[in-house]
């Protein structure tokens, strides 16, 4: 049932992208492996979701990994891309049965493991039909990479044109975007469609970004007045 929010329900947050930072010193405040910091981020990525429908939001974009992550040490990447298999595997099957749609937004090629571009596809396939909410997975993926791509085959006119040649067209711009563990960087997110998104920076590092912490952050962003280069009261 979704949270009653009938007072502002015109400046609700419909459309939510998130950057998910800080599960490495999460990690190591606790003496634990950078690993088991992802692990913990994955887990709140479910727990967040699920708040997500409850919450009215329609969208939600989790940054899961960038083309810069692959130059992490080798150890790490390993384990996230096994954390990710594991991910899918579990999780799809779970999601479906409760009408998430999933979407791997970025590019889909080498040096991704042939085997997670296969789990991806399918795991869209089975849950192309489902409108509870769209669960929007950038992996693999780089804002600037994503226009650059766009532009190699984009031979129209218009802003509506060159967002079909996007690697997700049906991703809408997102109302917010949420930043944790304090740092205040787009970080090459989703750089074309957070033109005008408002932007809230949370000091909490993601695995420690609760069910509380969102609804603050919603409520933040329901006070604000989007103006998309206007003047106020205009």
């Known amino acids: 049932m979704a949270t009653d929010q ?3 329900s015109g400046r609700r947050a419909r459309r939510v992208a998130i950057i998910t930072d800080g599960n490495g ?3 190591e405040q606790r003496g634990l492996d950078v690993t088991e910091g992802h692990r913990a981020g994955a887990e709140n990525v479910k727990a967040r ?21 692959w130059s992490r040490s080798d150890a790490e990447v390993a384990g996230l891309m096994e954390l990710f298999r594991e991910y899918i595997e579990r999780e799809t099957p779970e999601l479906h049965e409760e009408g998430v749609r999933m979407r791997f937004v970025g ?6 493991p042939p085997d997670i571009i296969e789990q991806m596809e399918w795991a869209e396939r089975l849950t192309a039909d489902n409108r509870q909410i769209t669960f929007f997975i950038p ?10 791509d766009a532009a190699r085959s984009f031979t129209g006119t218009t802003e509506e044109e060159f967002r079909q040649h996007l690697y997700a067209p049906d991703l809408e711009d997102p109302d917010l975007v ?5 740092e205040q960087r787009l970080s090459n997110y989703l750089v074309w469609q957070t033109a005008y998104s408002e932007f809230v920076v949370r000091d909490e590092l993601w695995p420690d970004f609760d069910r509380g912490v969102f609804e603050q952050t919603l409520a933040e962003y329901a006070t604000r007045r989007r103006r998309y280069g206007g003047r106020a009261g205009a």
């Open 6 to 8: 009938s007072d502002d």
């Open 178 to 182: 949420i930043r944790t563990s304090g």
């Open 107 to 112: 590019r889909r090629g080498d040096p991704i």
């Open 49 to 69: 979701l699920r708040d997500a429908v409850e919450l009215g939001i329609e969208q939600l974009a989790i940054y899961a990994f960038s083309t810069e992550n």
């Open 25 to 27: 010193r999460w990690a």
């Open 139 to 148: 992996f693999n993926y780089g804002g600037r990479a994503e226009i650059v």
